[in-house]
Structures are given as C-alpha cells and as structure tokens.
C-alpha cells in the first residue's frame, strides 16, 4: 500500500500520529526505520516539542539525567552537562527529528478535534477543517498537556501564569512572586527566581520527597571522546539506568532500597536545612513515592534564604492584591505562579475518539483510562496508544516505555500488513490485564494519597507498577493470540 501525505494538506496514510513530542516522534521515527513511509503527524502546535516546547519557566530542566533522557538509538555526545536545561533537550529533539527525516512528516498547527472508525480505517478531523484518513491512529499526546488551575475563591488583579504557560515578558526582577504548589515545576521554579525577585512567597500543602541532583559539566574532552567513539555513552547511560533500578525498587516496595533512599533524603535536608523548625515543615508526612520523588540540589537551600517564604498555612483566598490564608494574613505579591501540575488523568480529553458501535473513549474509560500494555482499546480497531494508561514511570526515563511501545506498534503495523484485517485488542485480554495492573497497584505505594496519578475515584490510571525492564519484556512481542480473530 502506499499514499502520498506529503502532497496535500489533508487526505489518506497508513498512519497518522496525534502529537509531534518526544511519543510521537519516537513512534514516527521507528515507522520510517521500518520502512513505513506515508506517516502523518499532527501537532496543534506550531512547532514540534511537546513538554519541552510549552514549559519554559526558569530552571526549567529534566531531573532525568541525559545520558538517559535520550533516545538511545540517538545518543547524544554533544549535552553540555548530566542535567540540561529545558531548551537544550528541546534542541535534542528537533535535531534528531530532522536528522531521522520525521520533520518532513509535521503538519503544525493543526489540532485534532475527532477521530472516527469507520469499518475500514480512521477519519480524523481538524479544528481548521481538514479530514484525514489513516489505516492505524496513534494518539501520543502525552500525559502532561493540560495545566490544572485550582479553584480558589477571590481574583487577584496582577498577572498570573501556570509554569506550563510562562513566557519571558512576566515582570519576575525586583518583583514580589507568589508561588502555589511544591512539586516538580515548583522546585526547579523557585531556585532560579530566588535572588531576582525582591520576594518569593511558596505556598506548600505537602511537602515533597526530595533527593540530591548531581549536576555536572561536561567539559570539550568528553564531548570529543563520544563524539569520536559513541558506543562509549553505553557506560554514563548504564551508570545511570543502575541508580534508576534502585529507585525503582524503593518507590515498588523494596525494603533496603527503600531504607536506604530515605536516609539520602533525610541527610540532604539535615545537610540543606540548618533551621529546624524548617526542616520540620519540610519533612514529608506521606510515604516516600506516593508522589513524584524530587531530584534537586538548591530547593531547600533556596527555601532558607531571608528572602523566600514557606507558607503552609492554608489558602483561603484570592485578594485584588495577593493570596490570603485561613490565618487571615495577606500576603501581597506582583505575580501569581500556579506551579499546580496538569490533567494527567483525562487521558485525550480533548479529543472525541470513536470506536466500533460508535462507542467513544470517554464512554470505554468512564471508570478509568486503561489499555492493554498501556497501547490498545477493546472495540477501538487500529488504535495504538503512547505513553498511554499505567505507562509511566516515577524513577526512570518515560523515554524508554516509548521507545518500547514504537517498537511494538511496529510489529502490529507489519502484522497488519500481512493480515489485512483490522487489529483490535480481546476484551479478555484486555480486562485481565487491567485487572492484574490494578490488583498490583492496590498494593502500591501511589494509593496511599492523591497525585496526578490517580483519578478523582482513586484508581491509579497513570503509572505502571514494576520497574521498566518488566515493561521492555512484557511489549517486546506483539502477540497476535492477543487482537480478535479475522
Ligand atoms: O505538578 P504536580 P508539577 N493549593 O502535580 C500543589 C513532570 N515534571 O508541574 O502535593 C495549594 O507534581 C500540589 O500540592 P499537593 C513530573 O512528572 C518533570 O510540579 O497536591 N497547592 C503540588 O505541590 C511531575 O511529577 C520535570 O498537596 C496546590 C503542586 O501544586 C509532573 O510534571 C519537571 C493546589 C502540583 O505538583 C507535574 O509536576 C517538571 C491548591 N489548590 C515537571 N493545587 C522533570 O524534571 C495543587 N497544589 C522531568
């Protein structure tokens, strides 16, 4: 079968794929390997990114280190240091987007309103009016997109930006900042805004779990070394994949690991803290990875200086002038930074996706996202999620479930190839599968308080519960006993 996306706006592919970030890119990029030319990529943007394009608040980075957070069929020899900033990865990615010819694939600007099954393939809408059709839809819109503002009574009258929406013409030198919410955009936020704002006032509800981030340049020698002999990143990369297993096993139940990541946290805030009644407030009260765990080398020294503010105080109100808490203090500031996370459960809320019988994703997922391996929906023939329900990970690279599942999705496209006759995964199969995910989280630490993890009924709907090689092992095979008979 071949088409030809590339000549027109609109019109029919084998494949279309619903976001242009490091999912979608993954999946395209493996597509092409495999000699799947005629893929479309739809992103409402207007340029490629996904995260890395929309969060741009200062100290934005990935506390992932690079030698892991990368593709590892792109290594890259050139990262300036173990943690780069957002607009470096950003970089990182266009490059190997352009490079693996997956750009060339982009249709900017164009926001998918609806995807229909139509017995035979895909219809997929746009916003501007276009209609696609494509054999297999892959929707890799990431769990991260929509930023959640929390309804607090009040209006302030200053500006007031999510961290996910912060762009540079937000008055932040000699102003006063409020900052709502600790959790990973917070902590890399603050540290960098402390020092050029005249205050920063923080405004914690639960403390997080934080870990020390070992930052380091790397220097022109390294650079040239795996510039010249690049099979060499194989060792930082392994290096870092260890700590990540031991990560792993503490946040899923390991006792030793456990005791022992707890101890570096406790050290780093002894260490970081020289206040006790600080160190106090800042001491978790939840189970460590109930939450994401926070690599940071500066947020607690940043919480001592004279001029930051720890308020855990609850909030009570918006004022024309500052946020009030129930202690009845005002606190006054210029700008109100709602570091307040995102929707990371309404997976593709966004989007009327229509299966078999007309039944809609929202219809299938009315308890609950879930997928068979986090990719396939029974009744939703040809559909292939990324970074799909219970694919997440709290202690590694999410880059590495996505690599897995493109390489999944391949083997089904090649299967579909030979087969001729939609893929659409056994409710059995399906259902089985969710239910030994959800026997497994049960048991997990993430049902021991709420986080994006989980839904409003407190289903864990994001992260998945063993460490990733079991991921790798459990995706490595399309099994096609798994998808209805023809
Ligand atoms: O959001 P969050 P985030 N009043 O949901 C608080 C990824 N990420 O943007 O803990 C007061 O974690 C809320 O309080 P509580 C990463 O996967 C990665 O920081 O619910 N506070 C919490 O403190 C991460 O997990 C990097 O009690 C309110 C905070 O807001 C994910 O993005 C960097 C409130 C929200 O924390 C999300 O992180 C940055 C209210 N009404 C982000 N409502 C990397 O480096 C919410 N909060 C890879």
């Known amino acids: 079968m071949s088409h030809d996306p590339l ?39 207007e340029s490629i990114g996904g995260v ?10 990935c506390d992932v280190p690079a030698p892991l957070y990368s593709y590892s069929f792109a290594p890259n020899p050139a990262w300036s240091s173990r943690f780069p900033a957002h607009d470096e990865i950003l970089a990182y990615l266009r490059d190997v987007a352009s490079s693996l010819g997956v750009t060339a694939h982009v249709r900017l600007n164009t926001s998918v309103t609806a995807a229909t099954w139509t ?55 000699g102003a006063r900042i409020a900052v709502i919410g600790t ?17 920063v006032t923080v405004f914690q509800r639960t403390p997080p779990w934080t870990l020390p981030r070992p930052n380091r340049r790397y220097g022109a020698g ?25 990560n792993g096993h503490a946040i899923t139940g390991g006792r030793l ?41 500066d947020w607690l020294p940043a919480l001592s200086r004279p001029d930051v503010s720890l308020v855990t105080d609850k909030i009570l109100e918006l004022t024309t002038d500052g946020v009030r808490t129930t202690d009845g203090t005002v606190h006054p500031c210029d700008l109100l930074v709602y570091a307040t996370g995102f929707a990371a459960t309404d997976f593709l809320a966004g989007i009327r996706i229509s299966g078999r019988d007309g039944v809609t994703l929202a219809e299938e997922w009315r308890d609950g996202a879930y997928a068979h391996l986090g990719m396939t929906v029974p009744g939703f023939p040809n559909l292939f999620l ?40 056994c409710r059995k199969v399906a259902d089985a599968y969710d239910d030994e995910m959800q026997q497994r989280l049960s048991r997990s630490v993430w049902t021991s308080c709420q986080s994006w993890y989980r839904n409003t009924a407190g289903r864990v709907v994001t ?3 063993g460490l990733a090689s079991e991921y790798r092992r459990r995706v490595a095979r399309m099994e096609p006993s798994d998808y209805e008979p023809t």
Request: with cysteine; glycine share 8%; hydrophobic share 45%.
């Open 119 to 173: 017995d035979s393939h895909w219809r997929v809408e746009t916003a501007n009016g276009d209609t696609y059709e494509a054999d297999v839809l892959i929707p890799a819109v990431g769990q991260l997109g929509t930023p959640v503002l929390p309804a607090i009574p009040g209006a302030f009258d200053g500006p007031a930006v999510h961290t996910a929406r912060w762009n540079n013409d937000l008055p932040v030198d």
């Open 7 to 45: 000549s027109t706006s609109a019109g029919r592919s084998r494949v279309v794929i619903i976001g242009a970030g490091f999912g979608g890119i993954a999946a395209a990029a493996a597509l092409l390997k495999a000699g799947y030319d005629d893929v479309v990529i739809l992103e409402r943007a």
């Open 52 to 61: 890395w394009r929309d969060n741009t608040y200062p100290g934005c980075a």
């Open 386 to 425: 990324v970074y799909g329900p219970n694919t997440n990970t709290g202690n590694t690279s999410v880059l590495y479930f996505l690599e897995h599942q493109a390489a999944y999705i391949v083997q089904a496209v090649r299967h579909l190839e030979d087969r001729k006759t939609p893929l659409t995964v």
């Open 257 to 297: 690991a456990g005791a022992f990541v707890r101890t570096v946290s406790r050290v780093q805030r002894r260490l970081q803290v020289r206040d006790a009644a600080l160190r106090d407030r800042v001491t978790p009260d939840e189970p460590m990875g109930c939450k994401r765990v926070l690599f940071t080398a």
């Open 222 to 246: 390294r650079h040239l070394v795996y510039g010249r002999w690049p099979f060499l990143m194989a060792l930082p990369r392994a290096g870092v994949w260890a700590l990540t297993v031991v």
């Open 183 to 199: 959790g990973a955009s917070a902590v890399q936020l603050v540290p960098a805004i402390a020092g050029r704002a005249a205050h």
């Open 463 to 465: 992260n998945w519960p």
